[in-house]
């Protein structure tokens, strides 16, 4: 069985600093992690993912997300936040046929 | 390409009532997954189909079923419904599930009054 937490359900940062959203899965076999964006009235829309290989993961707009074993996390960041960054976030885990999404996390960008 | 095609965009039912989604996935994609979305369940996944099949299915009454059909194309179908049915229901494609990700559609927006 697989499962995903998302620690704080609100960010908030200024324009220009480092974003960090962290996620923590618990999956029975070996994971594939993503990151998902959604805007709002939208869907969600494949940020980055990880399946073997590098840990170190870039997605599209400039983030990555780092996966590490030993802590069972994959938390997604990004140097500097930008306004157009505002949105929610959902990290999800894959097993079996299945896909489960966190709760998700809404980042609030200040100008 | 052509992205995932949800209709209708949005939805107004009576309680008691039956309702049909549907969803075009994107060409070659053989995996469709249904989910509901809530401000307070989040993303809650329904089922997910693949060639024809339903391979999975999450935690939810009978009252919801779904159905893929040859070229892809996926319907979700919700009898007798509810207020709390009312929700986004986000439809996405894979080219198979594993480490593909999904495209997700716009999704429908259902109210139930």
């Known amino acids: 069985a697989q499962s995903v937490t998302q620690l704080g359900s609100h960010v908030s940062v200024s324009e220009g600093a480092l974003v960090l959203l962290r996620c923590n899965y618990s999956s029975s076999v070996p994971p594939y992690l993503f990151w998902y964006v959604q805007y709002p009235n939208q869907g969600l829309q494949l940020l980055l993912k990880y399946t073997t290989g590098a840990t170190l993961v870039k997605g599209i707009n400039g983030f990555e997300a780092e996966f590490k074993k030993s802590e069972t996390s994959f938390h997604l960041t990004k140097p500097s936040a930008h306004m157009s960054d505002a949105a929610e976030y959902f990290c999800?885990?894959?097993?079996?046929?299945?896909?489960?999404f966190g709760a998700g996390t809404r980042l609030f960008v200040k100008a | 390409k052509a992205g995932v095609t949800q209709t209708p965009r949005y939805l107004i039912k009576t309680r008691g009532q039956q309702v049909t989604l549907s969803c075009s996935p994107i060409s070659g994609h053989r995996s469709v997954s249904w989910y509901q979305q809530t401000p307070g369940q989040g993303l809650q996944f329904l089922f997910e189909?693949?060639?024809?099949?339903?391979?999975n299915k999450g935690n939810f009454p009978g009252r919801f079923s779904g159905r893929q059909f040859s070229n892809s194309r996926s319907e979700m179908n919700v009898s007798t419904l509810e207020l709390g049915d009312s929700a986004l229901y986000l439809c996405?494609?894979?080219?198979?599930?594993?480490?593909?990700?999904?495209?997700f559609g716009s999704g429908t927006r259902l109210t139930v009054v």
């Open positions: 996405a494609s894979s080219l198979a599930q594993g480490g593909y990700g999904y495209t």
């Open positions: 999800a885990v894959t097993g079996g046929f299945k896909t489960i």
């Open positions: 189909y693949f060639s024809e099949t339903q391979r």
